[in-house]
């Protein structure tokens, strides 16, 4: 997860980095038509949040679902490891 995060903000940077490069080095028109091109449309990082949302739900299900097996698989041990099966000594 952490991984698609740093991806995210690695190209926000890239992207901010560049609109600041034209911004500071190129005309009014030239910038205008470059941050039309450039910055994607809302729709497009309204997709990349519900799909980030999308997916860390879906992790967070995985996760829950794991544990509940876990705990379950370690009921199921306790239950075949702890019997003495007739090993009872009297001290």
Do not use: C
Not at 60 to 65: C, L, N, P, S
């Amino acid at each position: 997860m952490w991984a698609i995060l740093v991806q995210i903000g690695i190209s926000l940077l890239y992207i901010a980095i560049d609109i600041w490069a034209k911004w500071k080095y190129a005309s009014e028109t030239e910038v205008n038509d470059y941050l039309s091109r450039a910055i994607p449309h809302y729709s497009s990082w309204l997709l990349l949040i519900v799909s980030v949302g999308l997916l860390i739900m879906y992790e967070e299900i995985e996760k829950t679902q794991i544990r509940e097996q876990f705990d379950i698989d370690g009921r199921m041990m306790s239950i075949f490891f702890t019997t003495r099966l007739g090993m009872w000594s009297p001290r």
